[in-house]
């Protein structure tokens, strides 16, 4: 699922490229894309694009009139770019939003795709920022918020630091992948109450989220330079990079203590850590394993080894 570092750069480019233009149409090819009724997709095309932004893990078309468009990428909708209007992909195509000049030139297709069996990925025409505000999920900004609210949104949620930072009504643009670094960095266990955490461990949280995501943010927008994210070799949206410590590296050797790296797995993602770093040894339970095997399911790392 593209994370904020991944939406911000998606943003960025399309703020350069379609701020000014008109969004002549938007061509749906999926019945399962909008979400919404009102307004109408009439009613929206013809606008002039004021600006782009992000919305927790969703991307805005800001348009004239107060109008907006909202894309929701869930977890395996992706943005492209082409330089003339072009027809939408036949098997992965969900969309394409078509921009013009002022004099009605073509200047560019943005293409919607989803690689799913499940049509998660969504699209939400709004009028007025109340419409807009209510698609908001309530998430503070962690890299624009202050350590006092970071830490007293933790202390009130009920769930481990793991849900926390993947819950957008806690924290903001953050999923599966970022928050498996974002632990590991802190070196901290997915598994720890938020509620109960002391201070130095919330400013040592508060500051991985804000390093880990300012370098990802950083490093994929070098990444992609120029040419729009995804289109070329070592500029892919993926939640798997060979650079990231933890997430994606089960078994892998950790590049600070050289242990296997470990992992949880869940019906829908699965959390990736090194237990020496981040749970003084302890192995975490995987439900399905730990079911299988009992009482034989080591209990820590040097059983594992060993």
Known sequence: MP???DLTVYSEHLQRRVTGKRLTAIRIASPFLLRSVTPTVDEVAGREVVGVRRLAKQIVLALDGDYFAVVHLMIAGRLRWRDDHVAVPKRLGLAAFDFADAAGTPKGSLLLTEASKKKRAS???TRGAAALAALDPGGLEVCATTFPAFFERLR??????????TDQRVVAGIGNAYSDEILFRARMSPFKQGR????AEARRLFAACRSVLDEWTARLRANAGDA?????RGNKVTAFHPEMAVHGKYKEPCAVCGSPVQRIVRPENETNYCAKCQTGGKLLADRSLSRLLKDTYPKRIEELEG
């Open 123 to 125: 699209l939400r025409l």
């Open 156 to 165: 009130n949620t009920p769930h481990t630091i793991k849900r926390a930072l």
């Open 196 to 199: 109960h955490m002391k201070e």
């Open 3 to 5: 994370e904020l570092p």
């Open 228 to 232: 729009f994210p995804g289109e070329g």
